[in-house]
């Protein structure tokens, strides 16, 4: 009876390494799809997320689907996607923003960050852009897009 009872859980415990093993395998297999392989200055090899095929796309004016996409981003749930959301920047204070407007003036947006530019680089106040990014985890339990120039557009410029 001791025995048949070890073996119960012998057998639960390979399946659950055996699960365990091929969800590790589906995240690895995914990730390496949308990373780009590409050789530095130095000749060291740098890998870089692609972010030209968004698993989200967020329209210029649809208020809804960005605050329902801000809500998942902020809450964790978007980890590691990759987005594109046209939208109006904001930096109020120390944080950059793309955010949208409802026709009541209600703002929501998300904090992104572009790799390889100071601050004083990235595009200014108020213009209008399309930002293709990976969502990461800042900080604990933070969550923003990170992207580089290349996948930074500005739409309409401030006059």
Same mark, same amino acid.
């Given at each position: 009876?001791?025995?048949?009872?070890?073996?119960?859980?012998?057998?639960?415990?390979?399946?659950?390494?055996?699960?365990?093993?091929?969800?590790?395998?589906?995240?690895?297999?995914?990730?390496?799809?949308?990373?780009?392989?590409?050789?530095?200055?130095?000749?060291?090899?740098?890998?870089?997320?692609?972010?030209?095929?968004?698993?989200?796309?967020?329209?210029?004016?649809?208020?809804?689907?960005?605050?329902?996409?801000?809500?998942?981003?902020?809450?964790?749930?978007?980890? &590691?996607?990759? @987005?594109? #959301?046209? $939208?109006? /920047?904001?930096?109020?204070? !120390?944080? +950059?923003? =793309?955010?949208?407007?409802?026709?009541?003036?209600?703002?929501?947006?998300?904090?992104?960050?572009?790799?390889?530019?100071?601050?004083?680089?990235?595009?200014?106040? &108020?213009?209008? @852009?399309? #930002?293709? $990014?990976? /969502?990461?985890?800042?900080? !604990?339990? +933070?969550? =923003?897009?990170?992207?580089?120039?290349?996948?930074?557009?500005?739409?309409?410029?401030?006059?």
């Amino acid at each position: 009876m001791v025995e048949k009872k070890n073996k119960g859980i012998i057998v639960g415990i390979v399946v659950a390494v055996v699960v365990l093993i091929a969800v590790v395998a589906v995240v690895l297999v995914t990730k390496s799809d949308r990373e780009e392989t590409i050789e530095s200055g130095d000749g060291g090899i740098v890998v870089q997320m692609d972010y030209s095929e968004p698993d989200v796309v967020v329209e210029y004016g649809d208020y809804d689907t960005m605050r329902a996409q801000s809500k998942a981003i902020q809450n964790g749930e978007m980890l &590691g996607k990759t @987005v594109r #959301i046209e $939208g109006i /920047v904001s930096h109020p204070m !120390t944080k +950059y923003s =793309i955010v949208q407007e409802d026709e009541d003036g209600n703002k929501i947006g998300t904090e992104f960050v572009i790799e390889g530019l100071d601050e004083d680089e990235y595009p200014q106040d &108020g213009e209008r @852009v399309v #930002i293709s $990014g990976e /969502v990461i985890e800042k900080s !604990t339990l +933070y969550y =923003i897009i990170k992207t580089r120039p290349e996948f930074v557009e500005v739409v309409e410029e401030n006059e």
